[in-house]
Every structure is written in structure tokens, then in C-alpha cells.
């Protein structure tokens, strides 16, 4: 209770507020930008968070998150394109609305229902993280290891794309992730000779480069594509009919939401997928969705904004990340010398409240930033592509070389830009890539301390329970589509042939 | 492991990219592996549960694994081929590494402008802004503000005297 007062006192602090309010116009700026999404938007600023105190260095990356997310729906529903990809599910029906002169009356449920998302899954952050946290104190190495082999599994099911590919990209991260001296031994290895790979490949140039250098090549090949604004009258709230009609939507899609949000890896994306099938099951109107139905509006916005909330709790409380852009904050928790994970609520419960109470306030702001920006910020997003991404990559190169002042880190951030754009030619996701960079120091090193707490004898990680448990949740997240995949295959002719 | 499986759509053409990617994941491994037998090995008594080369060797082998899954039964379509402005895009970038390498400012400058050209840009407002106005903005915000202080070059040697 203390720890809550006490973060909440951080944040009348007049210096802080300015920097949340900066940071959330920024953030529903590269929300609204094609192109551009809250994982770059993250990563293309934590090297200005450098040299802040950690309080306001993680508040703003997390007002980003949480502000990004939410601005995606503008683009979605002025110019039909998602400013992210968590709200490809709002172009359904928000562009068919604006297409009727209703954009306003579209944003305006998409601004509610994002508030609402968003502040719901900050509770169960607030509630859930310490929970989790108590839960995981007593965790030992084998326990640790096994949860993290857990949380990397999950990547399997990130995205759209094969499951073996996601898992490879991972491991090819947790390769990286052993370049540098070796912790338990002092041995370096592939170092090469060179001095500034001895600490390891930093993670900020290499998110810099897989997020926003390699999505600058990607934008070479999309410089046709012609970008037209809906005219927009005045923003209308949603009636009290409307809310009627949406309020069950909204509070299912912000526990859906919530929910993917915890689970490692899955992010906004997902939640707004599922939070917008799962309207339209439960929908007495499911025929609107697709033609511009409120629901569906409220359906994936109140689902991916939730999620935010929701990726927190485990990128906090266990220090694996909730979500891509969650991932690119937990590695800006470790560039300021923050240790995520079950101390933090023993150690730095300040810190960590001080951070919800941030993101619950960036969840009212972005409500009224939104709405009365809306015409602006829709109008930024037809700043020609050609303008856009040199700036970008001005930012990308000065960012990657600041926080280090070494040119290896522009030559490594160039480097995972090029690696990352034929990874993701060849339908390699590069998300599980950076996650496994980030986690695969904690695996070795949990591996290594469990190796020499069992001597050597590994087998003995499946005779704990809480390690097996996580074992077994690893090969449901792995095989568990494959085996429901073939038993619903089977299943299906068995019922139209009658039996 | 299971979309390629449970897919419902007819069996797709397998391309040429589907053996040679997970062909050359394979040397690249192979290439790690033998790497990681070079590291130093630590005596028998200061080991402390594993040596160095376990843990690296233990991946690369899982990632070898799934490649030869991947040659084995990914169908998934060809990459389109590569534009052309995707390609001199990539040869800016190598352009940019080596001016960076004489100032890390000229090279922005030039490869921002090149870039707004090379992407259709034909205002001459705009590609000075961008080749111009932001990487000076950009230097003097990380310089004065963040305290940043950026390689001595050919231009940022007039700042820094």
C-alpha cells in the first residue's frame, strides 16, 4: 500500500507529468504513422532515455506503448491502414463508418473503448504483478530455466508465420545472446578479438536495426502505395444507445485482452484478433461486422489495448516480456540497471508502482489527446514516406551510436537491419529473434547455476515440480496446435459423412 | 511445428529458396559449431556445471535441427524478387557505412538526400531538410542536450575545434 502511495507521489512531480504528456503525443504520433509501431517507436527512443533518472526513462517508454497502441485505430479508421498491426481488426469497420461520415462517431468509440482497455488492464496489473512476483520468489534456477524455456516457446505462435520459423529465429537470438565473455567461465566467445564485443551484442542497436532499419527497406518496396484521408466532421461520443449496445463487448475484450497480454510473447496483435472474433460470436448483430459495426470497433480496440497492461505483468514480475515492444522495455529496464523479476517488488516496489500509476494516467490522457488531435495527427500520417524515413533513419543511426558513443554499434544496428529485412523476405519473424537476444543470457545463466545445483545431472530439473509443470506447458505451446490440429481434422469428415 | 501440417489449401510447389535458406542456416551453423571448438575449455576442477561451449553448441544443434525440418517440409511460397529500389535502397546503406566512416554526419546527409531522391522526392525544400536541416538538428540535440559526443570527422571537426 505504501509502494502505491509512494508511486503515486512520483508522479506529481510537474517535470514528470510534461515528459508523460510529450511522450504521449509522440506516442500516438509513430501510433498513427504507417510504418511505424509502438515496438520501433520504443526501441528508436530508449537511447533519449539514456541519461534520465529511471522513473521517467521507463514511464515514457511505457506512455509510448500504451499511446501507440491506442493510435493505430486513427489511421485504421481515417485512411484504411493500421498504424499497427494490432489494429488491422479496427479497418474492418471503422473505415466503412468514416466512409459513411461517421469517422468521428468511430473514433470516438475507438478512443472509450481503448480508455476503458486500457485502464481495466492496468488494475490487473496492479493487482496481478505483485501477485505473480510473491508467486515466483521462491523460484530456484531449474524453476527459472524452465520458465524461461517456457516463455520462449511462446513464440512459436507469434504472428502469422510458421511456428518452426519462429522457434529458429528465437534460437538464432539466444545464439546471439552468447557472443561475449562467458559469465560462468570468463571465456570469450566469437569476439573475434574485438574489445567492444566483449560484453556481448548490445540490444538497442540490434532493435533499432531489426524494428526500424530493416522496416525502412521494407517501405522501398511500398513507395506506390497511395495513402487518401476520409473527411472527418466533428468527433462524435459514442450515445447512450451505442454503449448499451457495446458496454458487454468492451468488458469481455479488455479481459481477453488482459489475458493474451500475460501470456509471454503474445501481444496486442493476437488480443485483437481473438477480442474481435469473440465480439462477433457473442454479437446479436454479427452480419454489421465488416460493414461498420460500433462493436467491432470496440471489440479490438478495448482487446489490444488491454494487452499493454496486461504484457507488463510478466515483463515485471518474472522478466520475460509480455510482448515485442514489452521485450524492447524489459531491455531498457536492464540498459538502466533495473533487474525485472520478483525483487522488484521487494526492492523497488516504488519503482514499479510509480510505473502502473504512469501508464493508468497515459490511458486517460491518450482519451482526450486522441480525440481532439484526431484531425492532426490523421492529417501527419500523409507526410510522404520519402520525408519520413530518412528522418527516421537519422534518429535510428544517432540513437544506436549514442548510448555506447562507439561506431560498432551503427555498423552492428545497419548489420540486424539487412539480417532482419531477409528474415523477414524469407517469413522469419524477426520479434522472436530480439527475444531471444534478450533472454538467452538469463537461460544459459539459469542453466548453468541448475547444473551445478543438481550436479550436472539435468534430468533432475523434470523431478520439481514447478520445473515440470512449466516443461509440460512447453510442449502444449509447441505440439499442443499440432495434435488439436489433427484430432479437428479428423473430426471433420467423420461429420459430414454422418458418423 | 504444425502449420505446415494441418494446412487445408493443395499442396503447394516447393521453391528453390525453401532448401537453399535453411541450406545455407545450416553452413552458417556448421561454421558456429566449429568456432565454438575453438574456445578456451576450462579445467575439469573450475568447472561450474557447464563449459563454455556447451551452451552455444546445445543451440546451434537445435537450430540445425529445425533447418533440416525446414528443408524438409517447408512449402511456404518464394519471395518475390527483390526490386530494384529495394536493392539500391541496401546499396545506400553500404554507401552510408563507408562516408560514416570519414563523418558520421556527412554520411547521414548525404545518404537522407540520396534517399528522398532515390524515393521520388523532387522538392528541393525537402531533400534539404532532410539531407540538411535534420542532420544538423539531430547533432546539436544529442550534442548539447543528451551530451552525446559524436566521432571527429571531416565536418564535426569544425564544431570540436
Not at chain 1, 203 to 231: C, T, Y
Not at chain 1, 340 to 355: L, R
Not at chain 1, 415 to 438: E, K, T
Request: hydrophobic share 55%.
Amino acid at each position: 500500500m505504501d509502494a502505491a502511495l509512494n508511486g503515486l507521489m512520483a508522479l506529481a512531480d510537474p517535470h514528470l507529468m510534461v515528459l508523460i504528456f510529450a511522450a504521449t503525443l509522440g506516442g500516438v504520433l509513430v501510433g498513427a504513422l504507417p510504418g511505424l509501431n509502438a515496438t520501433t517507436g520504443v526501441a528508436l527512443l530508449l537511447p533519449f532515455t539514456i541519461t534520465m533518472d529511471p522513473v521517467p526513462a521507463i514511464a515514457i517508454l511505457t506512455t509510448i506503448y500504451c499511446a501507440a497502441t491506442f493510435a493505430g485505430a486513427i489511421t485504421a479508421i481515417l485512411i484504411n491502414t493500421p498504424g499497427t498491426s494490432a489494429s488491422a481488426t479496427t479497418c474492418l469497420d471503422g473505415y466503412p463508418l468514416a466512409q459513411r461520415g461517421e469517422a468521428g462517431r468511430a473514433l470516438g468509440m475507438a478512443a472509450v473503448s481503448s480508455t476503458i482497455g486500457g485502464i481495466i488492464s492496468v488494475v490487473c496489473l496492479m493487482a496481478a504483478a505483485p501477485l505473480m512476483a510473491r508467486a515466483a520468489y521462491n523460484f530456484a534456477p531449474p524453476e527459472y530455466f524452465a520458465l524461461t524455456v517456457f516463455g520462449l516457446s511462446m513464440l512459436a505462435t507469434i504472428g502469422d508465420g510458421s511456428p518452426v520459423k519462429n522457434i529458429l529465429s528465437g534460437a538464432f537470438g539466444v545464439l546471439l545472446a552468447t557472443v561475449g565473455i562467458d559469465l560462468l567461465t570468463s571465456i570469450e566467445r566469437f569476439t573475434f578479438g574485438m574489445n567492444e564485443l566483449s560484453e556481448g551484442i548490445p540490444f538497442v542497436p540490434v532493435m533499432i536495426g531489426v524494428f526500424g532499419i530493416s522496416e525502412l527497406l521494407v517501405q522501398a518496396d511500398n513507395l506506390h502505395v497511395e495513402r487518401k484521408q476520409v473527411i472527418m466532421k466533428k468527433i462524435k461520443l459514442p450515445s447512450r444507445e451505442d454503449y448499451k449496445r457495446v458496454w458487454k463487448t468492451i468488458l469481455r475484450s479488455s479481459g481477453i485482452g488482459t489475458f493474451i497480454g500475460i501470456l509471454p510473447a503474445e501481444g496486442a496483435t493476437v488480443a485483437s484478433m481473438i477480442g474481435y472474433n469473440e465480439a462477433k460470436r457473442w454479437s446479436k448483430k454479427p452480419e454489421e461486422f465488416g460493414n461498420g459495426s460500433l462493436e467491432g470497433i470496440a471489440g479490438s480496440e478495448a482487446a489490444n489495448n488491454s494487452a499493454t497492461g496486461g504484457a507488463m505483468v510478466p515483463t515485471l514480475a518474472l522478466g520475460i516480456p509480455g510482448s515485442p515492444t514489452a521485450a524492447v522495455i524489459l531491455a531498457g529496464l536492464m540498459v538502466h540497471g533495473l533487474r525485472p523479476g520478483p525483487t522488484m517488488f521487494t526492492e523497488q516496489a516504488d519503482f514499479a508502482f510509480a510505473i502502473f500509476w504512469s501508464m493508468m494516467f497515459v490511458n486517460i490522457l491518450f482519451f482526450f489527446i486522441g480525440l481532439w488531435g484526431a484531425k492532426i495527427f490523421a492529417r501527419v500520417t500523409l507526410i510522404p514516406i520519402q520525408i519520413l524515413w530518412p528522418i527516421v533513419f537519422i534518429f535510428s543511426i544517432v540513437g544506436a551510436y549514442a548510448l555506447e558513443q562507439s561506431m560498432m554499434d551503427v555498423w552492428i544496428a545497419i548489420g540486424a537491419g539487412i539480417v532482419g529485412f531477409f528474415m523477414r523476405r524469407h517469413g522469419f519473424s524477426v520479434v522472436p529473434m530480439a527475444i531471444g537476444l534478450i533472454l538467452g543470457g538469463m537461460l544459459e545463466t539459469r542453466l548453468g547455476q541448475s547444473m551445478v545445483m543438481l550436479d550436472e545431472k539435468w534430468w533432475l530439473m523434470a523431478t520439481r515440480p514447478l520445473s515440470l509443470l512449466f516443461f509440460v506447458l512447453t510442449i502444449l505451446a509447441l505440439f499442443g496446435p499440432m495434435v488439436w490440429g489433427r484430432l479437428f481434422k479428423q473430426r471433420s469428415p467423420l461429420k459430414s459423412t454422418g458418423e | 511445428m504444425h502449420a505446415e501440417e494441418h494446412s487445408s489449401s493443395p499442396p503447394a510447389r516447393r521453391h528453390i529458396s525453401n532448401v537453399a535458406v535453411p541450406l545455407g542456416i545450416v553452413a552458417f551453423c556448421v561454421w558456429a559449431f566449429w568456432l565454438s571448438t575453438q574456445f578456451d575449455r576450462v579445467p575439469p576442477i573450475l568447472k561450474r556445471g557447464m563449459q563454455p561451449s556447451d551452451f552455444p553448441q546445445l543451440v546451434i544443434g537445435l537450430i540445425i535441427l529445425l533447418a533440416v525440418w525446414l528443408m524438409v517440409r517447408d512449402k511456404s511460397e518464394a519471395p518475390a524478387r527483390l526490386s530494384k529500389m529495394a536493392q539500391m535502397t541496401m546499396g545506400l546503406l553500404i554507401g552510408f557505412l563507408l562516408i560514416a566512416e570519414v563523418d558520421l554526419f556527412l554520411g547521414l546527409g548525404l545518404f537522407s538526400a540520396s534517399l528522398a531522391a532515390l524515393w521520388g522526392e523532387r522538392r528541393v525544400w525537402a531533400i534539404v531538410l532532410v539531407g540538411l536541416i535534420s542532420p544538423i538538428a539531430v547533432f546539436f540535440l544529442f550534442d548539447g542536450i543528451f551530451e552525446v559526443r559524436f566521432p571527429r570527422g571531416l565536418l564535426t571537426n569544425f564544431w570540436y575545434g
